[in-house]
Nanobody
Framework: PLELVESGGGLVQPGGSLRLSCAVR????????MSWLRQVPGKGLEWVAG??????????EYTDTVKGRFTISRDNNKNTLILDMASLKTEDTAVYYC?????????RGQGTQVTVSS
């Protein structure tokens, strides 16, 4: 069965960095578009970043609020989706999910909490 397991969240000070990982089980990561989403309590899911499958070239896109700060990538050897986050801001605080699909319309993991606070 398909399984997505996020890790790497935690507490970080503003301006700091974190790396989120999403271990994918049940399919080969490079054959599907993937994405990262986030959700603040009481608000809807927000799309953060997407990456195309390998055959399509692996291009990436980001929501405007994270451009230049976040980087989505794949480690195909480990079948793991990655989100590198830098220059973190308090407004980046959320539960982060990896998802199947460029806009995250497919299956999602259970999420990992990221808290940016001094």
């Amino acid at each position: 069965p398909l399984e997505l397991v996020e890790s790497g969240g935690g507490l970080v000070q503003p301006g700091g960095s974190l790396r989120l990982s999403c271990a994918v089980r049940g399919f080969v990561l490079g054959f599907d578009d993937m994405s990262w989403l986030r959700q603040v309590p009481g608000k809807g899911l927000e799309w953060v970043a997407g990456i195309k499958d390998v055959v399509s070239g692996g291009s990436t896109e980001y929501t405007d609020t994270v451009k230049g700060r976040f980087t989505i990538s794949r480690d195909n050897n480990k079948n793991t989706l990655i989100l590198d986050m830098a220059s973190l801001k308090t407004e980046d605080t959320a539960v982060y999910y990896c998802a199947v699909g460029f806009k995250g319309t497919g299956s999602r993991g259970q999420g990992t909490q990221v808290t940016v606070s001094s």
